[in-house]
């Protein structure tokens, strides 16, 4: 896998609107020492113009009671994580969930307790802030095991697939999975949209297909499920603390 790391390492390295790297470095400066990373993903990345756009991140942080000043708030990001919250800076509008460096790599293994957190990097992000460069690293390692993880869940169902189909099914499967359902045709388009990124499908499904067959692991069924449940959760939990967009935002 040591092509699909590099691979990995040269698109979360990519350069990104400075309004979004700013976003980034506050979200970090809100929670402290806690903070190590910062990823940005989501469908802003293709965009130009973020004005009246909800961008999305993800801050890894070393655990979760050293990034909160309340206890609540760690023990509910550790009992079902993650966390989401809504963040303003620059005159921009923003969410970011906040995950352990332990829980996110979990969630992209497979031993993850959901799909989401797999299938949201198993898509392209940029690492727009860092504490330093073991922070770097370790993310890097973590995103680069999401696709080949979503590959070994899926092979079971399409084992003769070519890699665009595998894909396909993988990103129709876990867009399914979420409490708020993605439209109809959404993961053709992603990959239309991504068919120039450095780390192209193919790259990912082939890599992906020849780790799963090494290791033979199985499909993980209970996944989408799960991931429904988790969801309303955590979006019950969130309606205590998350604030309102501001007017005019979708």
């Not at 499904?205 to 090494?214: H, V």
């Not at 989408?224 to 205590?240: E, K, N």
């Amino acid at each position: 896998m040591h092509k699909l790391h590099k691979l990995v390492a040269d698109e979360l390295g990519r350069p990104v609107d400075p309004r979004a790297a700013a976003i980034g470095a506050a979200i970090a400066a809100k929670h402290g020492r806690a903070s190590r990373a910062v990823l940005f993903y989501g469908s802003c990345l293709r965009e130009r113009e973020l004005e009246g756009r909800m961008l999305d991140f993800y801050l890894i942080v070393s655990d979760y009671r050293s990034a909160y000043p309340k206890r609540w708030l760690a023990a509910a990001n550790r009992l079902i994580p993650p966390n989401v919250f809504y963040f303003e800076h620059g005159g921009l509008a923003s969410k970011y969930a906040v995950l352990s460096e332990a829980d996110f790599g979990r969630e992209c293994s497979p031993a993850a307790w959901t799909v989401s957190t797999a299938a949201r990097f198993a898509q392209p992000s940029r690492l727009v802030w860092s504490a330093d460069q073991a922070a770097s690293e370790l993310a890097v390692t973590t995103v680069a095991a999401a696709a080949p993880t979503l590959i070994r869940w899926t092979l079971p169902l399409e084992a003769d697939a070519k890699p665009l189909d595998l894909w396909k099914r993988i990103f129709s499967s876990t867009f399914a999975a979420e409490l708020r359902a993605e439209r109809l045709g959404r993961s053709a388009a992603l990959l239309g949209d991504y068919r120039d990124r450095p780390r192209d499908p193919s790259t990912g499904a082939l890599a992906g297909r020849r780790e799963a067959r090494r290791q033979r692991l199985g499909h993980r069924p209970a996944r989408c499920c799960d991931g429904r449940l988790r969801g309303a959760a955590r979006r019950h939990r969130g309606r205590q603390h998350r604030l309102p967009p501001p007017a005019g935002l979708p």
